[in-house]
């Protein structure tokens, strides 16, 4: 997993095909998620990435971000799904099957 720290990192990351997370420290749903996005990680063939939105305000406005934790997935730059909010696992896992 890895925490990005800015946008040039983010930019970087997104050109092949990863799940960012966009998250707080203090989102209590995003940190239940983080053991699920290890599991994912290992499962699948892309990365994950962590955008920690307190940090981040300018991303979070790109991406009119306002439910966290959100989920988007994204190949060459352009967003393939996206997930508000974090209910359980398999609502993530049922989106991932259908890009696989």
């Known amino acids: 997993m890895i925490y990005i720290a800015d946008e040039k990192e983010f930019n970087s990351l997104i050109v092949d095909k990863v799940l960012i997370e966009f998250a707080s420290k203090e989102c209590h749903a995003c940190i ?7 599991e994912l990680e290992k499962a699948y063939p892309f990365k994950v990435g962590i955008v920690d939105i307190s940090f981040n305000f300018k991303m979070m406005s790109k991406f009119n971000i306002t439910v966290v934790p ?19 696992k398999y609502d993530l896992e049922k989106q991932l099957r259908r890009i696989r």
């Open 32 to 38: 239940l998620a983080e053991p699920f996005l290890v």
């Open 70 to 88: 959100t989920f988007i997935m994204f190949e060459e730059q352009k967003e393939l799904f996206r997930v508000n909010g974090f209910r359980n």
